[in-house]
């Protein structure tokens, strides 16, 4: 089954830019997909199909591929963007999601 | 607008069973994939399972198994998911999600507001 890799944790000065990433043997062959979980609250949406973006997410939120990895990138970090955050695919053989082990990002 | 309104918290003994409902408002409730992901305290998202409400065609986590069951009521559209057998180590915050399938895409684009369950002795 699939395991995505994720650093536990990144740090960053507010302005600064953050870069999550999510490896896997082979991950170009799926399509990846990000979430943002601030404390005390559910996930949401925030980057799917490697590198779009659902409505009302800001443009200093970006996704991208390439080879084993997939980075989630934050531009113009502020405050309220701190948060765990969770990359995920999809397992076809078995039918059901598969998540990387999340990310806490901390905005110094 | 897309809704999932989970049920309220939950408090159970070890040995018993939870049924956590999820009741979704906006698009077609039965030809969308609902799913369930746990969290446990300061843990990440573990997938549960499945359920397809047009279909009624259901898939569990390994894991799991043996202990959750989660049906569908097209008439409210509602999902529920049990899970039997309860320890302590049950103890999270349990989330439904919405599945968004297209051209061998899927991911969960809404949520609802995840319950608590607790087990405690």
Redesign the interface.
């Known amino acids: 089954s699939y395991v995505l890799t994720q650093p536990p944790s990144v740090s960053v000065a507010p302005g600064q830019t953050a870069r999550i990433t999510c490896g896997r043997d082979n991950l170009g062959t799926n ?1 990846v ?1 990000w ?1 943002q979980q601030r404390p005390g609250q ?4 925030v980057v ?2 490697d590198s779009d973006r ?1 409505s009302g997410i800001p443009e200093r939120l970006s996704g991208s591929s390439s080879g084993n990895t997939a980075t989630l990138t934050i531009s113009r970090v502020e405050a309220g963007d701190e948060a765990d955050y ?1 990359c ?1 695919v ?1 397992d ?1 053989s ?9 990310t806490k990002l901390t905005v110094l | 607008q897309v809704q999932l309104v989970q049920s309220g918290a939950e408090v159970k003994k070890p040995g018993s069973s939870v049924k956590v409902s999820c009741k979704t408002a906006g698009g077609t409730f039965n030809t969308y994939t609902i799913t369930w992901v746990r969290q446990a305290p300061g843990q990440g998202l573990e997938w549960m399972g499945r359920i397809i409400p047009m279909f009624g065609t259901t898939n569990y986590a390994q894991k799991f198994q043996d202990r959750v069951s989660i049906t569908a009521d097209e008439s409210t559209s509602t999902v529920y998911m049990q899970l039997s057998s309860l320890r302590s180590e049950d103890t999270a915050v349990y989330y439904c999600a919405r599945v968004f399938s297209s051209w061998g895409s899927f991911y969960l684009e809404y949520w609802g507001q995840g319950t608590l369950v607790t087990v405690s002795s």
């Open positions: 399509s997909h979430y559910a996930p949401v949406l799917y199909d659902p969770y995920q999809w076809i078995s039918d059901h999601p598969v998540f990387g082990g999340g």
